[in-house]
């Protein structure tokens, strides 16, 4: 389900008065859109991806319904063909940059039955193997990602709403307070806003650690033997 970014305007006509239905829309997805590059917290697992032999390059394909984005790759797993779910193991991240600074030019053609590691491609939303698998594997790829909402979509996951909804609106205050152009615009209340959007992000970020519990997670410490 999605919530309409319009479900905010109570907030923000109690704190900005005659802003129209639109200026609302463009500062809740903005606020909306930042929130979730800066915690991660809009995760997606993509329909699993069959794997061809000799080819490096997958899309990462959002289904149209989520109306969102990629912004990270959080997690890539790999199976042989035919091997059960539980036979799934982690494929580490290079990086493309450094490879080409320390190995030499052809070590992104290098090929092996399975891959072991993955580098993205940010731009063209895709990921490439290293090595190049020379198996193939039929829905042996399975990546979970984090979104961000699209830019011309009307809506978000419904979470923003229900566990978020003074931060994003406090980050939508944040973007129309500092619209130089507007008769709203008001540098205090924009640094005001801001910084409660600011601290709600980085809350946010630690939510992605720890979950829905307020539970210090702390690792015990073992004597030595």
Avoid at 30 to 49: G, H, N, S, V, Y
Avoid at 189 to 210: E, N, V, Y
Wanted: aromatic content about 12%.
């Amino acid at each position: 389900m999605a919530t309409l970014l319009t479900a905010w305007t109570p907030k923000i006509l109690t704190q900005v008065v005659g802003v129209p239905v639109p200026g609302i829309k463009y500062a809740v997805r903005e606020a909306a859109k930042t929130f979730c590059d800066e915690t991660f917290l809009w995760t997606f697992t993509l329909d699993r991806i069959s794997v061809v032999s000799d080819t490096r390059t997958y899309d990462l394909t959002v289904p149209v319904a989520q109306n969102g984005e990629v912004v990270s790759i959080l997690n890539v797993k790999y199976k042989p063909d035919g091997a059960d779910d539980d036979e799934f193991k982690r494929l580490d991240p290079i990086s493309e940059k450094q490879q080409d600074l320390l190995d030499s030019g052809s070590w992104s053609f290098l090929s092996s039955p399975r891959p072991n590691y993955f580098y993205s491609d940010f731009v063209n939303k895709q990921i490439n193997f290293y090595q190049i698998p020379t198996e193939a594997s039929a829905s042996g790829l399975l990546v979970k990602v984090a979104l961000r909402p699209i830019g011309p979509s009307d809506d978000v996951p419904d979470f923003l709403l229900t566990d978020f909804e003074d931060e994003i609106a406090d980050g939508a205050l944040e973007v129309l307070f500092g619209s130089k152009a507007m008769p709203w615009y008001d540098p205090e209340k924009m640094l005001f806003h801001g910084t409660l959007f600011k601290d709600a992000c980085a809350d946010g970020r630690q939510k992605r650690i720890t979950g829905p519990t307020n539970r210090p997670m702390r690792v015990r410490m073992r004597n030595w033997v």
